[in-house]
């Protein structure tokens, strides 16, 4: 097997031929580079008019939670990266969990050995290590030797006698395996380098270095796009698909592969489940836009132009092409994830962020499951102020709350009311509840002109220090939004209230 050719990725128009897998495994939560490999596979299949066969890769019982499945389902949701196969949508493949596919794998393992493409391998962990250290000290490689290829049926009864329950191992073949990378151009791996592996253990359980390529052969996946890290499984892949087809699984043309670079961290080190910036629900939780966590991610390996860092879905699948992957390593840069999601919510529509704020200020309190006409009209309203000064939906509980929060749960932020609400501050605030309390006109205009004229012209005030402790006593924070359209919004009754109550309770 000297050179390995797959389904070329198709020029021109669309090919409904073309099919990809997102195979993620249900364990912990999900982290930006699943996301980043699910939304290339998923831009990859639309711009090409594929299909995209989502399957759950959930073989390992000690660490796979249904929990953690939920949890994938709705990341995918919520992300908008829909599928044409798989959990709830189904398909002529079905089931797409790993877990309730056992049957299939038992067979097919069972054709392979009965087919000498496998063969059972008797060797204790101890007698491989033994092996191991002896081929290091003789400059060999270290892998497995292939003790067990040609077992006497007496050998072979000899280790049963003993209890020995075997595993199950591909037979390699002797050749070079070479093939086309999409992202890295052609790859060679030397027979030597690749040894006979493990596709069942002795307990019957299948490993993942069996049940994918099955999966991938009977589900006719075309191309296999993910990441990095699992570039060196890919030869043991290719010769698996060649045995599959001697026995009739699939026709033996492996997909074609495309290596995805890695994400990296801070210290130039690659982004594990560990570090904080990894966790995709977090994001979701903070109140990032899927639209802008996306744009993002696309960016971690991809650009739709050199000049340009914001776009839509939309657009990356109409540019994306899989052969402008830089095989470089990305740095996972949190300062411009924000910036970017900063801009996607910036061009939103006021109903549109208004609507997606609601939750937040649900779940803060702010507001009740059933929200009214009047609170929707006020959210809308003040929607476009928050607007600019927001990073992520999250933000909208602080930077709005201040106008649903009920009067008994009003609180002025203790910092701030130090810093800003001192002796100075309150006889500011005195005189603003003064000139506010006899104004007709309840507008930005007219409040903006009575604050100005009393607190800037008349006392002398610079407008920081003239509208900060108003500020401060009406949204009970420094950082608002602008104040005369809040001071509009919140209305007379409430505003005057709160300057009051700011006056009345200050224990100076």
Known sequence: MTETAGTPVPEGGPDARLRVRFCPSPTGNPHVGLARTALFNWAFARHHGGNVVFRIEDTDATRDTEESYQ?????????????????????????????????????????????????????????????????????????????????????????????????????????????????????????????????????????????????????????????????????????????????GVGDGTPPVFGHLPYVMGEGNRKLSKRDPESNLLAYRDRGFLPEGLLNYLALLGWAIAEDRDIFSLAEMVVAFRIERVNPNPARFDLKKCEAINAAHLRLLSTDDLAERMVPFLQSAQLLGAEVTEDQLATLRAAAPLAQERMVTLAEAVPMLGFLFVTDDRFRVDADDQAKVLTDDG??????????????????????????????????????????????????????????????????RERTLARLQDVIATDPR
């Not at 890295?184 to 307990?203: A, M």
Request: glycine share 8%; with cysteine.
């Open 71 to 247: 949890l994938l389902l709705d990341l995918m949701r919520w992300l908008g990266l829909d599928w044409d196969e798989g959990p709830e949508v189904g398909g002529p493949h079905a089931p797409y969990r790993q877990s309730q596919r056992f049957d299939i794998y038992a067979d097919i393992a069972a054709r392979l050995q009965a087919a000498e493409q496998a063969y059972h391998c008797y060797c204790s962990p101890e007698e491989l290590d033994t092996r191991r250290d002896q081929a290091r000290a003789e400059g060999r490689p270290p892998g497995y030797d292939g003790y067990c290829r040609a077992l006497s049926a007496a050998q072979v009864s000899a280790y049963r006698d003993k209890g020995r329950q075997p595993v199950l191992r591909l037979r390699m073949p002797d050749d070079t395996i070479t093939f086309h990378d999409l992202v890295r151009g052609e790859i060679s791996f030397q027979s030597e380098h690749v040894p006979d592996f493990v596709l069942v253990r002795g307990n019957g359980h299948p490993l993942y270095t069996l049940v994918n390529p099955v999966d991938d052969a009977l589900m006719g996946i075309t191309h296999v796009l993910r990441g990095e890290d699992l570039l060196s499984s890919t030869p043991r892949q290719i010769a698996l698909y060649d045995a599959l087809g001697a026995i």
């Open 426 to 491: 309150l006889r500011v605030v005195q005189a603003a509840y003064d000139v506010l309390s006899g104004l007709a006109d309840w507008s930005t205009e007219a409040i903006e002109q009575a604050l100005r004229a009393r607190l800037v012209e008349q006392m002398g005030l610079k407008p920081r220090h003239a509208f900060g402790p108003v500020r401060v006593a009406v949204t009970g924070r420094r950082i608002s939004p602008p104040l005369f359209e809040s001071v509009e919004l919140l209305g």
